[in-house]
């Protein structure tokens, strides 16, 4: 396959009427099941992550006031925040990917406006009925039974925002003890400020901007066509096919009627939930949700034509009628595999640093006061401090090996215990001979091991100071 030696995006920006309330006619299909399904499992983990018990806490709790993250049994502390920076970046990294190869994939199926936005679209058409009702009822006067009707679908979606809310602060501060704060009317300020800003920031979002926020508020949407090419798949219309458009009785041959094969029914337009009609061609506004392929299809299927008029498609594809092997053979290009790579190395990298990473940190503080003192005996002492932290959740007993010059000893052996989850301090007091060591700075190691288990084992340097 040839490969035209000059390639030139049109993205068509149309002006469009802001006011203008968008009905999204209901759609079922096999793009609409799997949209679905990303509603539920996003919304299972979200919504029920945080009432996971996990080790005697919530599973996953980014506690601030104690400055420590948890995932399960990886316990974060703020000097691994490293981590928490590696993870956006990975997220990041995964966008670009999903976006080189298939477009609009992160909006259309998994981005948190959709995904509300089609929770909230639910429960507007379960309250106030399918399209042409919807229309009817914003355009009928004010009435008891209007009113009725729309304070059950506000206070439905308050109630699905307020819940939201909720959740999401309930992963800073433990969410059962904020049911109890809540019932004991003693929520603090900043947790109800946080409720009622992401319970509002919800309603109003998926009740409200729904569209508009994809099309003027969020940035991804503004750049995400740099990240595009010819290879990349995205909702297409294929003109070529649907060309000249026109009803026509179901039976009649198109091609005799000098007719492609759109029967200009609308269909596509009436479900999209940006208002768009993609027969225009690849518009910014398109969130790739693929509701237009479920419609068209069924429409295919009733006039007993192919389905894929509006399909999953690539700039190339369309112009050199591929075939779908070649899609997906197109699909691993450089620019894919590139990503693919960085974004598969940091993953495993990050993923083995984890796996690996010590329950316990280990900071040797030099006593300020005095470099070396004199000891009773004669001998030379040098003091410390250390401060272990214990990263993980049982209470763990250390005991303090040093080495480096040639009978350095601790002044007394000792065992620190140190709770969970905490920091714990100890003064070490290290001594050597007089004559072992020539005067000035000798480095030296000191290990601190867990008694329990030896493999839980940091060793950190430090200087030992003969006068
Ligand atoms: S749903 Fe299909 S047939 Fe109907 S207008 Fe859209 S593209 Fe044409
Ligand atoms: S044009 Fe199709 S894929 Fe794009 S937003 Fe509208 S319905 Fe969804």
Redesign the pocket.
Known sequence: MSKPSLHKRVIEIKPIDVDAKVYPRSITGYFQHWRWVFVWLTQLVFYGLCWLPWNGRQAVLFDLDTRRFYLFDLVLWPQDTIYLAIILALSALALFLFTAVAGRLWCGYTCPQTVYTEIFLWIEKLVEGERPKRIKLDAAPWSAHKLAIKSAKHGLWLALAFWTGLTFVGYFTPIRDLLQEIATLSMGPWEMFWVTFYGAATYGNAGFLREHMCKYICPYAQFQFVMFDQDTLNIT?DKER?DP?GTRQKGVDPRAEGLG?????????Q?CPTGI???DGLQLECIGCAA?ID??D???DK?NYPRG??RYSTENAVTMKASRSEIIRRAFRPRVLLYLAVFLSVSIATAWSLATKMPLKVSVIRDRAAMSREAADGSIENSFTLQLTNASEQTRTYSVRVTGLPGLRLAEEHEITVPPAAIGDASLVLQLDADAAKPGAHPIAITVVDVADPQVSVTETAKFWMP
């Open positions: 219309y649907g458009r094969d759109c029967i200009d029914c609308s269909i596509c337009v479900v009609d993609i027969r237009c419609a068209c069924q429409v295919m006039m008029l509006i």
